[in-house]
């Protein structure tokens, strides 16, 4: 499976960015789909995570009520709309998939990773 992020940019507090991650190759075995972080200095964390039939999302307690996570299966496609934005939220974002159902949060248990986009959060 390759995925493939876009969107990402530069923004000003409070503003809104979309971001859209394009599965393609043995999309079938794909289980989940999730977005992660990481900002200089510090670790990849867990962002938000749908699975590929639907049903539940779960976030982030710090992006909670702010971000929405969505996919469209017959796209192959994921995003994730990144509303009142803060500069906290300043880091290369990453979107992953997985193969099998378990700890959505953990980022070692996803299979696949894009190459990361670039979200900039100006005060």
């Known amino acids: 499976v390759q995925l493939q992020a876009s969107g990402g940019g530069l923004v000003q507090a409070g503003g809104s960015l979309g971001l859209s991650c394009a599965a393609s190759?043995?999309?079938?075995?794909?289980?989940?789909m999730g977005w992660f972080r990481q900002a200089p200095g510090k670790e990849r964390e867990f962002v938000a995570a749908i699975p590929w039939s639907g049903g539940w999302t779960l976030y982030a307690d710090s992006v909670k009520g702010r971000f929405t996570i969505s996919r469209d299966n017959a796209k192959n496609t994921v995003s994730l709309q990144m509303n009142s934005l803060k500069p906290e939220d300043t880091a290369v974002y990453y979107c992953a998939a997985r193969r099998y159902y378990g700890d959505f949060k953990a980022a070692n248990m996803y299979d696949y990773w894009g190459q990361g986009t670039q979200v900039t959060v100006s005060s």
């Open positions: 190759g043995r999309t079938f075995s794909v289980n989940g």
